[in-house]
């Protein structure tokens, strides 16, 4: 066990990590990403200790992977790919498990000169229909000759592999048969150039859109995110439990840690959500130093704790608990920091971030150590446009969280509609261009061209503003809902209704606006807590009402739902476009609480 953690119950004693038997920090040099592509980072992390462990749901050890035995596996399967029926250049579709199998056969792919294209588990879908029909649409987009996949879905994807037509079809613990059994075949050189992967960006569930990841742009991402982001040390180790098909997974807890050279500590999505303070037991056993969540990790792990008797944890080693993914909830945080204070927990070790698929992954980071800094403002004038402070403690206001400076070469203004750019505290579109943004959409010209200038400026979609060299976020510009002249962010809506209804579930409230008769009329999709029986649905409608209108001067349809009725995307994030299609279609009245 590593020196100064406490026992957990939910690691069992005799669970072996890398630590444990291999030394640790290893003697090799750190360099922080400076590669020209992820395989030369991977051939250089092979020369040391580090590498990656694997853990159940029970928080026992399944499997050390250290880089080394990564890497030769990697090769020896690239090989196998070749000696098959596969080219340099195919697309190779394969479905990310957090397991080992899925780590080497994307690393084989970019030996080999594939393209991998990490695809979701079903696990954030309603159903075997709805998933097939959502990775048909992305291995059609993506062009795939091949399909891996976990053993238990390949009953699942087989009849979907030969509808497409595809050339190879495997269970990822059945590759060592494909192809021949040595390295007869040749790797080819892959530079900088190449492709490494295609990443489809996670609010892409109707009309998918491959991000084209080329090394170059990946290893910028990569050592700006080490040097500037994370500031990453020798004795860093990390734990992450998200999913390794999306681009905060995938390139923050995979590929970055090992271009610089860190143990990961891997928990699959589906176990951390039975089991959230697993997450944390880990950080504590292995004293780990860096891991991220969206802003519903940290409350349901606040949510679980309080439910506990006792917590036998020691977090004080924990330097970034970064916070991404999704709008960033000051007041879920200061939970967080408050419950697990006593455990060590610091609230300066919070690391606010922003990013999108289409930038590799980073665009800005706050600085480290400083934890979350705030800007309170007047709603109305926020509605407006303008990032005002309000004048006094009356009026309506929200708090917003900083996320810092623009990566190292890389820029970002924010525009208003004429295209000009705006000062500090006006509301305008974020545009970024850098060495980490990607040159296109895959096969998409014209999908392209609407989001990336001749001059690579990216139109990123997300609306906010300036302070102080700070970037902060106020929201999606496509969410946005218009009424009556008045731009509202609907996470200003959802906020209020999850704080002042205790009934709603939290983080499960979508709003969106939708035209009729010529207008917009507002709606409220809410799932009701379990237990909330049928006749107390008008009381909890009326509620939910009354709230909106006290708090934001708005009328609202109220539409309340059971639990796990709204649509997420693949990456786990509430899709507000999608809940609003199912309500034009007619098929969310259907699972909504009858009267």
């Not at 590593?2 to 004693?13: F, K």
């Not at 462990?53 to 990564?70: D, H, I, M, Q, W």
Request: net charge neutral; charged share 15%.
């Amino acid at each position: 066990m590593t020196a100064g953690a406490r026992p957990l119950p939910c690691t069992p004693s005799g669970a072996l990590s890398l630590s444990d038997h291999m030394p640790f920090p290893s003697a090799l040099a750190q360099r922080r990403g400076d590669f020209a592509t992820s395989l030369d980072a991977l051939d250089y992390a092979a020369q040391g200790q580090a590498g990656l462990n694997f853990y159940s749901v029970k928080g026992e050890l399944t499997r050390a992977l250290p880089y080394r035995e990564l890497a030769q596996a990697a090769r020896s399967l690239a090989a196998r790919l070749l000696g098959s029926s596969l080219t340099p250049g195919d697309r190779v579709a394969i479905v990310a498990a957090t397991q080992p199998e899925f780590v080497t056969a994307f690393f084989a792919c970019q030996y080999a000169g594939l393209v991998p294209v990490p695809l979701p588990l079903p696990a954030a879908f309603g159903g075997r229909p709805a998933y097939l029909a959502h990775v048909r649409r992305m291995m059609g987009e993506a062009r795939a000759c091949a399909l891996f996949a976990p053993a238990p879905l390949l009953g699942w994807m087989a009849p979907l592999a030969a509808e497409l037509g595809l050339r190879v079809c495997r269970a990822l613990d059945d590759l060592a048969g494909l192809g021949p059994d040595s390295l007869a075949a040749a790797l080819p050189a892959i530079g900088p150039d190449a492709i490494a992967y295609l990443q489809f960006s996670s609010g892409s569930t109707r009309f998918p859109l491959g991000v084209v990841v080329h090394h170059r742009a990946l290893m910028a991402n990569v050592f700006a995110t080490l040097t500037h982001g994370l500031q990453i040390q020798p004795d860093d180790r990390a734990v992450s439990w998200l999913p390794l098909y999306h681009d905060m997974g995938l390139v923050g807890f995979l590929i970055s840690p090992m271009a610089g050279q860190t143990t990961v500590d891997l928990l699959a999505t589906q176990d951390f959500a039975r089991r959230p303070l697993l997450w944390l037991s880990l950080m504590s056993e292995h004293r780990c130093t860096i891991s991220y969540s969206p802003s519903f990790g940290y409350d349901l792990s606040v949510r679980r704790a309080r439910m506990a008797q006792s917590l036998p944890l020691d977090l004080s080693a924990w330097r970034i608990a970064g916070i991404g993914g999704d709008m960033i909830r000051p007041a879920v945080l200061a939970g967080f920091a408050e419950c697990f204070a006593p455990y060590g927990f610091r609230a300066t070790s919070f690391l606010p971030s922003y990013g999108m698929a289409e930038a590799t992954l980073a665009i800005s980071f706050a600085p480290v150590g400083r934890g979350i800094e705030t800007d309170t403002v007047h709603l109305d004038r926020l509605e407006q446009g303008v990032a005002a402070a309000p004048s006094d403690t009356g009026q309506r206001a929200r708090t917003v969280v900083l996320c810092g400076s623009p990566l190292p070469l890389h820029e970002v203004e924010v525009r208003g509609p004429d295209g000009r750019t705006l000062g500090d505290r006006r509301v305008g579109r974020i545009v970024a261009r850098g060495p980490s943004l990607m040159r296109g959409y895959d096969g998409r010209p014209t999908e392209t061209a609407s989001v990336l200038s001749a001059e690579g400026w990216l139109d990123t979609g997300d609306l906010g503003y300036w302070l102080g060299g700070a970037l902060v976020i106020t929201g999606r510009a496509k969410d946005l809902i218009i009424i009556n002249g008045r731009n509202i962010w609907p996470q200003d809506l959802e906020w209020t209704i999850e704080q002042s209804v205790p009934q709603v579930r939290t983080g499960n409230v979508a709003a969106f606006s939708v035209e009729e008769d010529g207008q917009e009329v507002l709606i409220l999709a809410a799932e009701a807590r379990a237990g909330v029986e049928q006749g107390a649905r008008d009381s909890l409608v009326a509620a939910i009402g009354n709230s909106l209108r006290a708090q934001h001067g708005l009328d609202g349809r109220v539409v309340l739902l059971a639990a796990n009725t709204l649509p997420y995307t693949s990456s786990g994030k509430l899709s507000r476009s999608a809940t609003r299609q199912l309500y034009l279609a007619g098929t969310l009245a259907e699972a909504a609480i009858p009267a």
